[in-house]
């Protein structure tokens, strides 16, 4: 009997488990986006900033709604189109990151029912590279700060940017639990900007920044050789079989400058070009 009973039990543990596959396998991703995008409109128009704290409230005397402050970025990652909001308390006044580059931040995470699931008070640098799309995206909208030195040598940050990220799942984890955070669950960031660190992340001596060359922040869509690798990833740009950082005919450390036939293309996105720099 002992037996019998054990078999029904592993039989329904196996029927759950076979039934959440199947949930997974049948998530529909575009759907999601348009339910998160609902959520974060509700919670915008019913929320608003305490600038007395910083905190965010429930409106309960007609405070004006986050909505009435928030700007929206449209954003295509895997072939279905989000919306992020965000609310800029300030821009800061340095330069702004792209979604390759690192930055200096602080931060606190929270779910639409307020629950704080992560947050750090101190500054900690992230790789934009290696977080939520949500993040990468996001931290674009903002500069970073000018430091300050203190007469000990310690340091700080002036006029950084601040604000808020509004995120919906598909650019955060999407159907996946994490810790804290059920599955399809939109997050609210409040965020600073202090410091940016521009990356070369192929080592080519072109920044990444300047490897988005039509300028759309996504940063995967530009190959100027058509080789699958995009540029800010590829070490050969324009595919020459000459490395991009030997491309540097003048010798001052930036290839963008060097266009030896003069066609207004430089040599290292240029298969044209009659000269190069060999490896040395």
Known sequence: MKINKLIILLAFILSIVACKKDDKDNFDAAE?????????????QTHYLNEDDGGIWTIDNGQTPLMDQVDVDLIDY????????YLVQEEGTTISPTTVDS?????TGMLLDSTVFDSSSSLVWFKLSAVIPGWSYGFTNYKGGNIMQNPDESFYYEDYGEGI????????????VQSYIPENSPLVFQITLQDVKLT???????????EDLNGNRDMTDDDTDGDGIPDFADTDDDGDGILTKYEDINKDGNPMNDDTDGDGIPNYLDTDDTESIEDL
Do not use: H, M, R
Not at 79 to 85: N, R
Not at 103 to 107: G, L, R
Not at 165 to 176: D, E, K, T, V
Not at 200 to 210: C, E
């Open 200 to 210: 070369d992340l192929d080592n080519d001596n072109v920044l990444s920044i300047d």
């Open 103 to 107: 930055v200096f931040t602080t931060y």
């Open 78 to 85: 895997n072939d279905i189109s989000y919306k992020l909001y």
């Open 32 to 44: 999601q986006a348009l339910i998160d995008d609902a959520d974060l409109i509700e919670y915008l």
């Open 165 to 176: 990220l509004f995120i919906p799942s598909g650019l955060a984890y999407g159907n996946s």
